[in-house]
């Protein structure tokens, strides 16, 4: 079990290269949770089918109730956890310690000294798969470092806030990552081609324990996610999850989150199933291969087991499967009218500064009049007074817009850019929109305020323009409380003149469909067609400070028409609220041209996605 990543975190972002490669060959859980949030109710929740709700708070030998150890004695099954060496220590001189494995949280376990002799330190596993002395039931403890959690002391390993802001993953996080497909690439090898593996019906279950830590949701505890389904607790509204009484939770289902999962078998191969599951189903798999009965949530019919990554019966896999898949057939497209629009000069993004702060927007998109739910460009605050600046919640107004306003469908998401995970870093809530105001609420461990060096990222706001709206800038006035940080562009009413490449517009976006929209080469008027082929790329990152390519959703689609509508899933882009897409458009040649001849790239153009209607049977 990996610690605190998310399905989108591991499986969009390019850092755990071999993980990949194993989803695309065995079994790919794609609607995979955690049981809830934090750590230990999910490790204790696969051993036992049971666990805490609330809080990281069981300690060793704590838990009296039945637990999957007892099962496997009972039927005369052997079993073996195998710990890797410390974060702190090293292969050539390793230190091992026992002391906080969830096997020692049952008292059962703790208290009998030939089941703690059973703790065994990793290199003990090698042996065994050489001597062929594997166990029946094997748990493997990577580290903190290995399991990508990463510790609280200061290095190039500390935590980070995972997918807190736009702009991909923290150097931090990729490191560790990276050490998790280390980790994997090292041992999963080992073990598929170990006599133990062959002698009969084997499996490797390799899943996280939760979704990632974000900074931005306080009323979720600061995880990004609070998804889950079947033997997830609800939790009451009120409910303080995060330490921060100003966000309490409200109410409902406190799940993990949706993580990545492989399930490796040696009998059936590549298969890929959008069936909920979570840690309660890879007990219950065991169980039921075993016979042994089942334990707590894992006897809830409505728990599924995994057999289907055993037996075949997933779908194949596809754009609506597997993330790094391409669309292979014409994507459908519709075609936009810029009649009533007039031509308007293209603007590059202006910043503006206050004694308090300094405000980046990071575009300057056209919008379209008579159009709903149109991308407007994402900020960034760079703070340079925090005692004065953020004390109050930070508020949008638009001004000098008129006939445009704020769609209901916003989803303004709040986050901040940290080096570190810090617990002094300024803390968004949910926010609250009006027609021409959003407001994010803000806190902070002291007074509301951030203590660190920090960059507050607003993304996923949208706009809607009536047919009748002034053409021009639409400007917001940014401010917090009586604290006036300034005002910049959001978007320009009205389409771009021509250029001699593609001109990018903002993107509509609707529930579950993005509509990408550009202006064709020598195409001033609706219906017109140049013949040429445009290779549309969306990308996770800002292209223009990337420090390397590649590190989060990639997708190309090419099209004919210039305007491309695709779905959440055809790209698979994910659901989490807020996360900054850069989208560039080039000309790729006439379509009866064999090889494709580029144009220049036109200017990235970035937008948000706002999360979706759940999968089906996700509470």
Avoid at 303 to 332: C, I, L
Avoid at 353 to 382: E, M
Wanted: with cysteine; aromatic share 8%; proline share 9%.
């Amino acid at each position: 079990m990996l610690e605190n990543h998310s399905y989108a975190d591991t499986w969009y972002e390019h850092d755990m290269p071999y993980l990949h490669q194993l989803a695309r060959t065995y079994g790919l859980p794609t609607q995979m949770y955690g049981i809830t949030n934090p750590t230990v109710p999910n490790r204790v929740g696969l051993l036992s089918g049971r666990g805490r709700s609330i809080g990281d708070n069981v300690k060793a030998g704590q838990l009296s109730y039945p637990n999957l150890i007892d099962q496997l004695q009972q039927h005369h099954l052997t079993w073996g956890a195998y710990y890797q060496h410390t974060e702190t220590s090293s292969n050539q001189h390793p230190v091992y310690n026992f002391s906080q494995s969830t096997l020692l949280r049952f008292q059962d376990i703790y208290d009998n000294s030939a089941r703690r002799a059973r703790l065994l330190p990793l290199p003990d596993l090698e042996s065994a798969l050489k001597d062929n002395t594997v166990p029946n039931f094997a748990w493997i403890a990577p580290n903190f470092l290995t399991n990508s959690h990463g510790t609280a002391r200061p290095g190039p390993y500390q935590y980070t806030f995972q997918g807190a802001g736009p702009g991909g993953s923290a150097g931090n996080d990729t490191r560790l990552e990276n050490l998790a497909n280390t980790f994997l690439k090292h041992w999963i090898p080992r073990i598929i081609h170990s006599k133990a593996w062959k002698s009969g019906p084997s499996a490797i279950f390799i899943t996280e324990d939760e979704t990632s830590y974000d900074a931005s949701m306080p009323q979720n505890g600061n995880w990004a996610s609070n998804l889950g389904t079947t033997g997830s607790p609800s939790v009451a509204a009120g409910t303080i999850l995060g330490g921060n009484p100003r966000f309490p939770f409200p109410g409902g289902i406190n799940g993990g989150g949706r993580i990545p999962a492989v399930v490796l078998t040696n009998v059936a191969k590549h298969v890929v199933s959008s069936q909920p599951f979570n840690q309660f189903s890879i007990l219950k798999t065991i169980e039921s291969a075993w016979h042994l009965g089942y334990l707590g949530h894992a006897a809830n019919p409505q728990v599924k087991t995994m057999s289907v990554f055993f037996h075949g019966g997933g779908k194949p896999a596809g754009p609506s499967s597997t993330p790094w898949s391409r669309p292979t057939a014409p994507v459908p497209t519709t075609r936009d009218q810029w009649t009533a629009n007039p031509a308007v000069p293209a603007l590059p993004p202006k910043q503006t500064s206050s004694p308090d702060a300094i405000i980046l927007p990071s575009a300057d998109p056209h919008i379209s009049l008579g159009a709903s739910g149109q991308a407007a460009a994402s900020l960034a605050v760079f703070v340079t007074n925090h005692a004065s600046s953020l004390s109050k919640n930070l508020s949008l107004r638009l001004t000098q817009s008129s006939g445009v306003t704020f769609s209901r469908r916003s989803s303004p998401v709040g986050s901040t850019q940290v080096a570190n995970a810090d617990e002094t870093a300024t803390q968004f809530g949910p926010s609250v929109v009006g027609s021409h105001t959003i407001s994010l609420p803000i806190a902070g461990s002291r007074n509301g305020v951030g203590q660190v060096p920090e960059t507050l990222d607003i993304t996923g706001l949208l706009l809607n323009a009536a047919p009748n709206a002034a053409t021009g800038p639409v400007k917001v006035n940014v401010s917090a409380g009586s604290v006036q940080l300034g005002t910049v562009v959001l978007a320009t009413v009205g389409r771009p003149k021509q250029r001699t490449h593609p001109n990018l517009l903002a993107p509509i976006i609707r529930p579950g469909t993005i509509q990408i929209r550009f202006q064709t080469l020598g195409c001033e008027t609706p219906g017109c067609s140049s013949g040429r082929q445009y290779e549309i790329e969306i990308t996770g990152q800002n292209p223009q400070t990337a420090t390397h390519p590649n590190i989060n959703e990639h997708a190309i689609l090419y099209t004919h028409s210039h305007s491309l509508i695709i779905t959440d899933f055809t790209a698979e882009l994910t659901s989490l609220a807020g996360k900054l897409y850069w989208v560039r458009v080039r000309s790729v040649g006439h379509s009866s041209q064999k090889s494709p001849v580029h144009s220049e790239w036109s200017l990235p153009l970035p937008f948000s996605v706002l999360p979706g209607p759940l999968p089906s049977g996700v509470s």
